[in-house]
């Protein structure tokens, strides 16, 4: 393959093809500028602009987390009712809002009614978000087009973060009041390509409504979202227990973390879409999911040689790692959209789709913790025993996505018809 053609085959795998594709794409890297900045800035921003203290801003964040937890299946309902671009624009418009005010927020009891209302507005956008996607494409690019979006949020957060380090340089009250009104803006902007994007019809609605939290009785739904939600541990990993590994137990310089961070975000805009290929089906979702499992695996038995070695070794022993974990985040992601893409029904999607996240939930609240524990305080035995959950988890996903495949989805009305975007 000569070098030309090695170059139309990456920048395939890069920019998405015109038409709807493309269009989701570019919404997905304006939004990511937004909260790109603001992830980089915020923890700044919070005791900086705001006064607040580092135990406050942990407390507001950890019962922001937990009313996203329990609003994560009621909220992703109203996408069922309402429509899935209603409330991605709404949320979006929310966002807007609620970013506008912060510079008015005064005290810990403002910044937690605000992070609050964001976190319940993040629960219903989230699901519309992915609904609209699902809804809006045929089955075989489904997938694939969630894989371009991904990219385009990577690299909107690069520029996201590029802007916040101007920013924290420039470093005034004035500097990060001005970046959350920048942000609002972006959201404002990223609501305007939402409602330039095509309108679907509205999918038709079970004679018999179920509640918004019926899904939660669909066992082998609930199982797959478990088990799903448990491997996306491989973002803990990555941004939290790796680089706590690196301080306490490796003679690596402290520089080598940034630098991962920046190969995870440039292997995820080359890679995603390449990786993305076979997920669009159950089977093949299920399958891209097991290879995730035992890829985050094998990073928990590569990792903690870096401990062993020493100078430029360690320097190679890390990079190993984190582009096995990277290889997993890649194909585990993809393994999740084809999940969410093909077991939910057209009708009660929305509710289906806030439940699969509740597993991704669950992993937040108990992988850091857990985790940390078993890779860090142990001195090092704790990874044989995380590798081995990972292992379990990708042996179990594959017949728990097989049953949950032979079961009636509760409050299906239909097959899922192929559903036109009216222009």
């Known amino acids: 393959m000569g070098a030309r053609e090695t170059i139309r085959i990456a920048v395939r795998n890069v920019v998405p093809p015109a038409g709807l594709t493309r269009a989701l794409a570019v919404q997905a890297m304006v939004y990511a500028v937004g909260s790109g900045l603001f992830h980089a800035g915020s923890a700044v921003f919070f005791t900086r602009a705001l006064g607040l203290s580092a135990a406050q ?5 950890s019962i922001a987390a937990g009313v996203s937890l329990l609003g994560t299946v009621p909220l992703g309902g109203l996408t069922d009712r309402y429509g899935p671009q209603r409330v991605w624009i709404v949320g979006l418009v929310l966002n807007a809002a609620l970013f506008a ?31 609209y996607s699902i ?10 087009a969630m894989a371009y979006q991904r990219s ?18 420039v470093d005034t009250i004035e500097a990060y009041r001005g970046m959350v009104w920048f942000i609002s803006t972006v959201f404002l902007v990223t609501a305007l390509f939402v409602r330039r994007l095509p309108r679907l019809p509205q999918v038709a ?27 996306t541990a491989h973002q803990t990993l990555y941004l939290t227990v790796m680089p706590l590994w690196i301080l306490t137990h490796t003679d690596a310089p402290k520089t080598i973390i940034a630098g991962l961070v920046l190969l995870n975000t440039v292997l995820i805009v080359l890679l995603q879409v390449r990786a993305s290929r076979g997920a669009d089906t159950a089977s093949g979702a299920a399958r891209a999911s097991r290879r995730g499992a035992l890829l985050i695996a094998l990073f928990c038995l590569v990792l903690p040689i870096s401990g062993l070695t020493r100078g430029a070794l360690t ?14 985040e890649l194909i ?65 996903i594959l017949p728990v996505v097989g049953w949950a495949g032979r079961t009636p989805r509760l409050g299906a009305a239909a097959p899922e018809r192929t559903m036109t975007p009216v222009p």
Not at 135 to 144: G, H, I, Q
Not at 152 to 169: D, H, M, Q, R, T
């Open 152 to 169: 385009s949020l990577n690299v909107g957060f690069g520029l996201g973060a590029v802007i916040s380090g101007l920013v924290l340089a």
């Open 205 to 231: 609605r079970p004679t018999e409504p179920m509640s918004r939290l019926a899904v939660l009785r669909d066992r082998p739904f609930m199982a797959v979202s478990l088990l799903s939600g448990l491997l």
């Open 101 to 131: 005010t912060y510079p008015f927020v005064g005290g810990f009891a403002g910044f937690l009614a605000v992070v609050v209302a964001l976190a319940a507005v993040e629960s219903a956008s989230g699901v519309a978000v992915q609904v």
């Open 135 to 144: 809804n809006a494409l045929p089955p075989a690019e489904r997938v694939t």
């Open 315 to 328: 320097v190679v022993v890390l990079v190993a790692a984190a582009t096995v974990l990277i290889l997993a």
């Open 57 to 61: 801003v942990g407390l507001g964040l």
């Open 332 to 396: 585990e992601s993809a393994g999740a959209w084809g999940l969410t893409a093909t077991l939910p029904p057209a009708d009660q999607r929305g509710a289906y789709v806030g439940a699969f996240r509740l597993g991704s939930q669950v992993q937040y609240l108990i992988a850091p913790v857990g985790l940390t524990a078993l890779g860090v305080t142990t001195g090092g035995w704790g990874w044989l025993p995380a590798a081995a959950i990972f292992v379990l988890v990708g042996l179990a």
